[in-house]
């Protein structure tokens, strides 16, 4: 299992939504085709 599987699994389960790294997150949503804006510090 690769680790974006292994990140998408930890996110469905719920369970530890407090452990989840931004930059896992922000990569993984890349990854999946999402588009990035970014306005001074604030990422969207």
Excluded: A, C, P
Aim: glycine share 10%.
């Amino acid at each position: 299992m690769g680790k974006y599987e292994k990140l998408i699994k930890k996110i469905i389960s719920g369970s530890s939504d407090k452990n989840i790294e931004f930059d896992e997150l922000y990569n993984l949503l890349l990854k999946t085709g999402f588009q990035v804006r970014i306005k001074g510090s604030h990422h969207k």
